[in-house]
């Protein structure tokens, strides 16, 4: 009967084995199917993280190449001419030229507003309105030259000493302030005003000339 010869047949029953391979088979099956699952989610996983990664390579490509740079300030010349006469200051002069580089590709700058003012120890000693406003085109540059004198330069005899004892040791030092209030232009597309200051150190030898040294030196840029 089958009760009564099952647990003797079973010890000794081949049935569990292919039980068992059956059991084995679709174990490997589920285990195949598992892991083309985890194959495929990993594949997928790939493809979108490679697309997210050329996409970011894209954007950080474009980001470069159509991100502003700033102007680019150099200083040229400037002289304080009559430096050496002690009563210099009753005509006093201060000439300076300035190049001003739009080194974008394709961006192009309004200056909507731009003063110099000339500083010694801190203390301005003139200033005025540079320019008119103008647009500046992509890999332009622009020469700013000026004068102050009288009306836009103060400077009275006591600080004309000071330049003469500067003088006497060598080297008088000014600082040229450039301030100036600029939009980007991407073409059609204009930023917002930016108020940017460019500063230029330049000291002037006994003859009232910008050391050789200084002449085509970069004035730093910085915004506000
Ligand atoms: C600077 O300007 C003066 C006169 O304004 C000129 O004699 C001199 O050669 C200029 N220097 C340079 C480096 O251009
Ligand atoms: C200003 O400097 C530039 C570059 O050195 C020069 O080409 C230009 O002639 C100068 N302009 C004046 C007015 O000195
Ligand atoms: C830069 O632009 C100014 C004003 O538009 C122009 O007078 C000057 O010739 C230009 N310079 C160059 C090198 O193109």
Known sequence: MYTSNRLPVQSNDPRPEPFKRHQTARYYVHRVHESLKTRVSK??????????????????ILWLSLRPHRPRFHIQNFSVPGLGQPNGFENAEIAFNVTIRNANQDIGIYYDSMDGAVYYQDQKIGSKPLLYPFYQKPKNTTIVYDVLSEATLTVNSQSWMQFLNDRNSGTVVFRLEITSTIRFKLFSRQTKHHTMYANCDVPVGPDGFILAISVDKKCPVYFT
């Open 43 to 60: 594949f997928i996983c790939a493809i979108f993280l490679g697309l997210l990664l050329t996409l970011g390579i894209i954007a950080f």
